[in-house]
C-alpha cells in the first residue's frame, strides 16, 4: 500500500511539472531512436528495402501478399545474393551459403521463425525444434521409419492409392467427343497424398480418394490455417504469445473440433494412444518404427500431424505444379509418354502399379521430376538459420563476408533454382533435357544446387524417399493411362505462396488412353 502510495505521488509530482513531463518523453524518445540505430547499425553492411533497417513492416507485407517467392528473388537479384529484409533478417540466393550454413558440423542453429511451426500449440516436432542436440537425437529416432528397411508396407501401400486414384479418375471424370466433365486436378492430387501419408503414418486412410471429397474438411482448414501460422513465424514475439497455453487455447484447434486440424488433432491421439496400449500392432510399419526408437506418445502425436501438414502438401504441390508444366510443354508431355508406353511395351514396368526401382530407369522421367521440383520449389518458407554468437566470416563472389551474430539467415527458393548461371540462361522455362546434358561438371553443379529443395545436411527431409517414390509411381500410371488437356491454359490454377502453396481450381480435361486394362481394380 505504502509502495502504491509514493508511486501515486511521484507521478503526480511529475505529472505537474510540464518541464519533467518533457524530458521524460524526450528520454524514452532518445532510448527508442537509440535501439533503432542499434538495430540498423548492426546489418547497415547489407541492403535491402528501405524499411527492412528499421521495422518487420517490409517482411510482414510480403507474407501477406502470398507472394513471398518472388518477392524475395526481387530483393536478392536488386541488393545482391545476401540482402536485408527485417532489423535482423537476412535473405540469400547463395547456394554455397546455405550449404555451409546447413553443413553436419556447421554452428548455425534453427532461428526462431520456427518457433510458429509447433503443432499443437507449445509441442515441438522435428521441424519446430531449435535445440541442436534435441533435433540430432529426434533424427536419429525417426530416419529409419521413412524407408523400406523396417516399414516393409511402404511401397504397397502408395500403390493401393496409386489405384484408388486411377479408379476415381476412370469411374468419373473421363470426357470424349460428346461429353465433357472437368477435373480439378489440385483437389485429386491432394486427395491423393493426404490418403498416402495418413495411411503410412496411422495404418488408416482418410479414405478422400474413395469418397471423393475432402474428409473432415482438413484439406480446407489447412489452407485456411497456414497463411496465419507463417505471418506469425515474420513476427517472433507474437508467434511465441500465441503459443502460450491459454492463448492456444482460444485460438488454436482443438482436439474436440468435428472438422479440419482440430479433428486430425484428435484422430492422432486417438490412433496414437491405441498403439501404445496395445490395442493396435503392426510391428513392421512408420509408427512401430518410431516407438521401437523411443518417441513417447506425446511426441509421435507431433510428428504425426508433421508428416502430415508437410508431407501432403509438399508432395501435392509438386505433382499439380509438374503436370501442369507437362501439359503447358506438348514436347516434354509426348516425350515422357512415349519413355513410358516404350518401357510398357518391352516388359519393363509391372502390373498393376509400377515398381519404384523400373520408374528410375527411366531417363526421362527423372528429368522431369527434377525439372518439375526444380521450376516449382514445394517449399520457399525462410527457414531461417540464426548465425553464430560471434559472427561469420566467409569469402563469396570473392570478397570477404560477415554475419553478425545471432542474425536470422533465410531461404531464397525462387532465386537459387532459377538462377541462370547454374541451371542456364532458359532458367525460368520448364525444359526437362536440361537434366540429360553430357557435360558432366554443370551436370554436378545442378545436382548439388537441387538437393537445396529438399533441404541439406542435419537439415535434410527425412520424408524424401516416401516422396519420391510417390513421384515416380504417379506420373507414370497418370500418363500412361490418361491424357490430360488445360481448361483454360490462359489462367490454369489458383496459386497463392506463403511458404507453402495453397493452390486449387487447376481444371483438367480428361481422356482415356486404355494404358492399363486391369487398373481400374481399386484398393480393397
Not at 506438348?330 to 509418354?337: D, E, I, K, N, V
Not at 525462410?382 to 570478397?399: I, R, V
Not at 515416380?472 to 493411362?481: A, G, S, T
Request: contains cysteine; aromatic residues 10%; charged residues 20%.
Amino acid at each position: 500500500m505504502a509502495i502504491a502510495v509514493v508511486v501515486g505521488n511521484t507521478l503526480g509530482s511529475v505529472a505537474s511539472n510540464p518541464l519533467a513531463v518533457a524530458f521524460a518523453f524526450a528520454f524514452a524518445f532518445a532510448a527508442y531512436l537509440t535501439r533503432l540505430y542499434k538495430q540498423y547499425s548492426k546489418l547497415k553492411a547489407f541492403r535491402g528495402p528501405p524499411t527492412s533497417g528499421w521495422s518487420n513492416l517490409w517482411l510482414v507485407r510480403a507474407v501477406m501478399r502470398q507472394n513471398t517467392h518472388v518477392d524475395f528473388a526481387n530483393v536478392c537479384e536488386k541488393y545482391g545474393s545476401v540482402a536485408r529484409i527485417a532489423p535482423n533478417k537476412l535473405v540469400t540466393s547463395s547456394p554455397e551459403l546455405l550449404f555451409r550454413m546447413s553443413a553436419a558440423r556447421s554452428p548455425y542453429t534453427r532461428s526462431d521463425w520456427y518457433a510458429g511451426l509447433r503443432l499443437p500449440p507449445g509441442q515441438d516436432n522435428i521441424f519446430s525444434t531449435m535445440d541442436e542436440k534435441k533435433h540430432t537425437q529426434r533424427r536419429a529416432q525417426m530416419a529409419e521409419g521413412y524407408t523400406g528397411k523396417t516399414n516393409t508396407f511402404l511401397e504397397s501401400t502408395i500403390d493401393s492409392h496409386i489405384l484408388n486414384l486411377v479408379k476415381l479418375v476412370r469411374s468419373k471424370y473421363i470426357s470424349s467427343s460428346t461429353e465433357f466433365i472437368p477435373m480439378d486436378l489440385a483437389r485429386k492430387a491432394a486427395y491423393f497424398t493426404m490418403d498416402v501419408i495418413t495411411d503410412i503414418a496411422f495404418r488408416q486412410s482418410f479414405g478422400n480418394l474413395v469418397d471423393d471429397r475432402d474428409t473432415h474438411r482438413y484439406i480446407q482448414s489447412t489452407e485456411e490455417m497456414l497463411p496465419i501460422m507463417i505471418t506469425l513465424t515474420s513476427i517472433p514475439a507474437l508467434s511465441a504469445f500465441f503459443q502460450f497455453p491459454w492463448v492456444a487455447k482460444l485460438f488454436s484447434p482443438n482436439d474436440k473440433d468435428n472438422t479440419g486440424v482440430g479433428k486430425l488433432i484428435g484422430i492422432a491421439r486417438k490412433l496414437v494412444h491405441e498403439r501404445f496400449t496395445r490395442k493396435s500392432v503392426v510391428d513392421n510399419d512408420m509408427m512401430a518404427s518410431f516407438i521401437a526408437h523411443g518417441l513417447s506418445e506425446t511426441d509421435l502425436v507431433a510428428e504425426s500431424l508433421l508428416q502430415i501438414l508437410a508431407g501432403a502438401d509438399t508432395t501435392a504441390t509438386a505433382i499439380r505444379a509438374t503436370l501442369l508444366h507437362l501439359m503447358s510443354n506438348p514436347l516434354a508431355y509426348r516425350t515422357l509418354q512415349a519413355e513410358i508406353d516404350s518401357h510398357v511395351q518391352e516388359g519393363l514396368v509391372s502390373s498393376p502399379v509400377i515398381k519404384e526401382m523400373e520408374a528410375s530407369e527411366m531417363k526421362y522421367l527423372q528429368a522431369v521430376i527434377k525439372e518439375g521440383l526444380r521450376i516449382w520449389p514445394p517449399v520457399t518458407g525462410l527457414l531461417g538459420k540464426q548465425s553464430p554468437a560471434g559472427g561469420d566470416e566467409f569469402e563469396m563472389d570473392g570478397h570477404k563476408v560477415f554475419i553478425p551474430g545471432d542474425t536470422s539467415v533465410g531461404y531464397c527458393a525462387w532465386g537459387i533454382h532459377r538462377n541462370k548461371e547454374i541451371f542456364g540462361p532458359d532458367a525460368d522455362m520448364f525444359r526437362p533435357e536440361r537434366w540429360l546434358t553430357e557435360d558432366s561438371s554443370k551436370l554436378a553443379v545442378m545436382n548439388r544446387t537441387a538437393e537445396l529443395i529438399w533441404g541439406y545436411g542435419k537439415y535434410q527431409c527425412l520424408g524424401r524417399p516416401v516422396a519420391l517414390m510417390e513421384l515416380n509411381k504417379v506420373f507414370v500410371e497418370l500418363v500412361l493411362n490418361f491424357d490430360f488437356e488445360l481448361v483454360d491454359s490462359t489462367k490454369p490454377w489458383k496459386s497463392a505462396n506463403v511458404g507453402l502453396w495453397i493452390q486449387s481450381d487447376l481444371w483438367v480435361r480428361v481422356t482415356e488412353r486404355g494404358g492399363r486394362k486391369n487398373s481400374d481394380e481399386g484398393a480393397k
